[in-house]
């Protein structure tokens, strides 16, 4: 394990509550900036004439469009976005601003980081020069679904251009971000990701981005960042350099049987509140809980339980993580569906930017 990795899962075991995970991470590899050398009048087989599998064609079509991202004190992979510009993973730029880019015909260029968002794990980085036959990767325009075939392509410990494949083995997961909080709509997926695949695609059979791969949890376990917020992000770390998320400033918990059965709900359904923090926009609109024991175990007892927002049913903590993630923006103000006391009724709740850091899973 390099001492990279091995610092960034310190650095994330504090804000990861449900799941630890390791980054993929930017291998600490240093390129020699060589090109791999060819026999001398090298001839062309008739393999290479060969059309190959279906992930060769995505290879072939994709690959002149993903590079490898050196920083100077690690690598890692990206992917063309538009004319100028590679999206990466913020934990492969860190808090580099200058970074080195190297395509797959062995063109280098240098490349300036424009905007980093920890939140959501996400960088930008302007490129001066692009080879011709580079064409950006476009993002899938639905969603995907379990089971989907996936191609990713990275640069794992220095291996240019390292193809792998897999399925969509998970949806609308939460990963740990750098900043503390979880990234949600995340991508779950069986095909092999390692130290120098994050920032790279994550990509459907027809060469469309599903996703950036972010991290893995051990064998056959690895996520990527969904399309979806990937395309809410990162147009504004082009513009602005910065990404503000949406904030409630609220801690939940999903009911189970035993928190209704505590809480004389009919059933479980919905999300409890369990702490709101102080002068956050949840404080005084929603009513957190208190801590009981019941059967000798702790239990969260007469907080809120919110059933809808905007009147759309939450009915996990994923739910209302995706929903505050792509559908809404700081300033905006929710209709918030609640049960108190038995009774439901209607709060309005104006959100406000997200804090740099959190320690616990609050949204």
Not at 1 to 23: D, H, I, N, P, W
Not at 97 to 125: C, M, N, P, Y
């Amino acid at each position: 394990m390099s001492e990279e990795t091995s610092t960034r899962r310190q650095f994330l075991k504090a804000g990861s509550v449900a799941l630890t995970a390791a980054l993929a991470g930017c291998s600490n590899v240093s390129s020699s900036g060589t090109e791999p050398s060819q026999p001398e009048n090298q001839q062309v087989n008739s393999t290479s004439q060969n059309k190959g599998s279906k992930y060769t064609q995505v290879y072939r079509e994709t690959i002149p469009s993903v590079v490898l991202v050196d920083t100077g004190q690690g690598q890692g992979t990206g992917f063309l976005y538009n004319d100028a510009h590679i999206v990466t993973n913020a934990h492969v730029v860190g808090t580099t601003s200058e970074t080195q880019i190297r395509f797959h015909d062995g063109t280098w260029s240098d490349g300036t980081v424009l905007g980093t968002d920890f939140h959501s794990d996400l960088a930008v980085i302007s490129v001066d020069e692009v080879p011709e036959s580079t064409e950006p990767l476009s993002f899938v325009q639905n969603s995907p679904v379990i089971g989907q075939e996936v191609v990713a392509i990275g640069n794992p410990y220095n291996l240019d251009g390292t193809v792998t494949s897999g399925i969509v083995s998970g949806l609308d997961r939460l990963i740990p971000s750098p900043a503390g909080y979880q990234i949600p709509d995340a991508i779950q997926t069986d095909a092999a990701v390692n130290p120098g695949n994050s920032g790279g695609p994550l990509m459907s059979l027809d060469g469309s981005v599903i996703g950036v791969v972010n991290s893995k949890r051990g064998d056959n376990i690895a996520f990527g960042i969904s399309a979806a917020l990937t395309q809410r992000v990162v147009p504004e770390l082009i513009e602005a350099g910065e990404y503000e998320h949406a904030y409630m400033g609220v801690s939940l918990q999903n009911v189970t049987p035993t928190i209704a059965e505590a809480n004389e709900m009919s059933g479980p359904r919905g999300l409890l509140v369990v702490q709101t923090v102080r002068g956050g926009p949840a404080d005084g609109v929603l009513q957190s809980s208190d801590i009981e024991f019941v059967n000798g175990a702790r239990v969260p007892v007469g907080g809120d339980v919110i059933l809808t927002i905007d009147g759309e049913p939450m009915s996990s903590f994923e739910d209302l993580a995706s929903y505050l993630a792509l559908q809404t923006r700081p300033g905006d103000t929710l209709e918030v569906t609640i049960l108190r006391d038995g009774t439901e009724q209607t709060v309005e709740l104006t959100l406000v930017s997200r804090p740099e850091q959190s320690q616990s899973p609050l949204q």
